[in-house]
């Protein structure tokens, strides 16, 4: 527990710092504390990747980093009083969410990956620079996630072996403490409220029990919650008349502009490439505002260049396995056969893991669908049908305005577009996984779309004549009973109170259930969390330096690198050079 507190603290300090420095240098005045420290986190993903160039990324990068940040809140006098303004029961409830999240940091990390090769991805950042040709010795090294680059930066190693794993659960934790905080705000309007208890609840879906892994699956669904919130918490503060006359958007809270959301999202892709789903939703979003801050357009893609050069490094590809370098053949590039294979095995994975990747993508369509569908969880399949009912709701409701020759009103635009991706989502990608962070935003603007008790349909929360009336048939029969015997008597504070409560139980409870089912003992945990399985190695000799490789039914875990699985041997793989740094290469 000591060693994540402390870890927390650096990253706070850290982020605060590099924060606070992006703001100075953007002239960006009256930034809260949560976008500080987000705006601190992408400027670390571009510095990260610039040291991982050139040197190792360990403890003693992360020590240089926190001592000049310390001193660098010193000298410049940095307020803190916003932690100090709480009031005492708000105190209670922030410490309670900062015991749950610390609790569930402790135990050996579960998702999957992590122990396949994550925890080896972040093992070669802290130990080596950019090794060229890294991912011909194991593929999934190849995918360059800027996540381990900036989890590096509060490594412990060599001083310790305690892996570094604890970005994930302090980003949970800011996630979860600013949403309370808003909840708990009644100088907010309601509808920011509700939207916040919204987003808070769900955000239980994308950290689920993987807060303790080095998982990059977390950050980024963080990372599109935090945008598809902003997107929908500022669409009424625009014009819905639909002229596309609208005043340019006005933040509160420091953003200077809607194009904050690009560098959010060039961070986001560059931590995995999932969320590129999010890009054509952002750039929608984008188009609708007459003013653009193009520093802050050209910075979101500097973020993406940096990752770039570190991806031709160690895979000789601009991004693995998708797009090789043209009109470059670089000795160490991954072959064409073995890119294709790992595109092969993403793709099957999202839709039927349990199949081989040539069987999968032999099916059709309806053939393979079917099969996933069965496969989902009960929670997936009411979701997926929720999803459907939600995109006919917007397209029946698009195409009765059009009939009555009314405007779409940009909210029904942006609910479209986000629909029509979605949709691509399910033919391309279907995995839940990584899906949560762009689905759950659409599903919660379509409620706030469809129900008055959340004031989107007009800035003045009034309904226009005809729309409110498609919208009353259009939800059907129990949504006008709804309106007519609950909305009406309804305290709209009492949802508020009873959902800030509900979520303190679900995540208690679901922190409970986290200790029993793990059997964590949490006096066994006071100084360090749990560590990884150790599994049990044998050598193999590549140039006189010794390969460790992991039995068929072990993954390699947090094994001294360089380590591969049994049944993951590369052939024909040769050293560039005498030493592992040189890289490594197809015969």
């Known amino acids: 527990m000591l060693v994540v507190l402390l870890s927390w603290l650096s990253h706070f300090v850290v982020f605060k710092t590099w924060g606070n420095i992006a703001c100075r240098i953007l002239k960006i005045k009256g930034i809260n504390w949560f976008n500080e420290l987000l705006m601190g986190y992408c400027f670390l993903s571009i510095v990260s990747a610039l040291f991982a160039l050139f040197l190792p990324v360990n403890s003693w990068v992360h020590l240089s980093l926190f001592i000049l940040s310390l001193i660098y809140l010193i000298v410049h006098k940095i307020d803190f009083n916003f932690i100090l303004k709480a009031d005492k029961p708000s105190l209670f409830f922030y410490l309670l969410i900062g015991i749950c999240v610390l609790i569930l940091a402790l135990p050996e990390p579960n998702h999957g990956d992590s122990s396949f090769y994550h925890a080896q991805a972040l093992q070669w950042i802290e130990q080596y620079k950019a090794v060229p040709g890294l991912a011909n010795l194991f593929g999934r090294l190849g995918f360059n996630s800027s996540f381990f680059n900036v989890q590096a930066l509060f490594s412990f190693y060599p001083f310790s072996n305690v892996s570094a794993r604890f970005l994930n659960s302090f980003l949970v934790l800011i996630w979860t403490i600013f949403l309370f905080q808003n909840i708990l705000n009644k100088s907010f309007p309601l509808k920011e409220r509700l939207l916040s208890l919204s987003f808070i609840i769900i955000s239980l879906t994308v950290s689920r029990g993987w807060v303790s892994s080095v998982a990059p699956d977390v950050a980024v669904g963080i990372f599109m919650l935090v945008i598809g919130f902003y997107m929908i918490r500022n669409l009424p503060h625009l014009s819905f008349n639909g002229t596309g006359s609208q005043p340019p958007l006005q933040w509160r809270g420091g953003f200077v502009s809607p194009n904050f959301l690009y560098i959010l999202l060039a961070t986001a892709i560059t931590i995995k490439l999932s969320a590129l789903f999010l890009l054509p939703i952002v750039a929608g979003f984008n188009i609708l505002q007459k003013k653009a801050n193009h520093t802050l357009f050209v910075i979101s893609g500097f973020i993406g260049m940096v990752w770039v050069i570190r991806n031709i490094i160690i895979s000789g590809y601009l991004v693995y396995p998708y797009l090789p370098m043209p009109f470059v053949n670089l ?15 993403i793709s099957s994975w999202a839709k039927i893991p ?28 009411i979701l997926t049908f929720a999803m459907s009912f939600a995109w006919l709701n917007i397209i029946f409701m698009m195409i009765k305005r059009l009939l009555q020759k009314q405007p779409l009103s940009i909210a029904l635009k942006l609910l479209f577009l986000w629909g029509v991706v979605i949709n691509i989502w399910i033919f391309i990608a279907p995995d839940y996984r990584f899906a949560y962070g762009f689905i759950w935003p659409f599903m919660i603007g379509f409620v706030f779309l469809q129900h008055p008790l959340f004031c989107l349909i007009r800035p003045t929360g009034s309904f226009s004549t005809g729309e409110g009336k498609w919208q009353f048939i259009n939800m059907g029969f129990w949504y006008k009973l709804f309106q007519k015997y609950f909305y009406k008597k309804t305290n709209n504070n009492l949802i508020i109170e009873v959902g800030k409560y509900a979520y303190l139980l679900l995540l208690t409870g679901f922190t409970v259930y986290v ?20 599994v049990k190695t044998y050598g193999l000799k590549l140039n006189e330096n010794l390969i460790h ?18 049944d993951l041997i590369p052939k024909g793989l040769e050293m560039r050079g005498e030493k592992i740094e040189n890289g490594f290469r197809n015969k």
């Open 549 to 566: 490789i992991a039995p068929i039914e072990n993954n390699c875990n947090n094994t001294c690198i360089p380590c591969v699985n049994a």
């Open 515 to 534: 200790i029993q089912k793990k059997s964590i003992l949490l006096t066994h945990l006071v100084m360090i969390p749990e560590p990884y399985k150790t």
């Open 354 to 381: 349990s199949e081989s990747w040539e069987y999968v993508l032999s099916l059709s369509f309806a053939e393979w669908f079917l099969k996933w569908f069965a496969l989902q969880s009960l929670f997936n399949k």
């Open 331 to 345: 000795d160490w590039a991954v072959t064409t056969e073995q890119a294709q294979i790992e595109k092969n095995w």
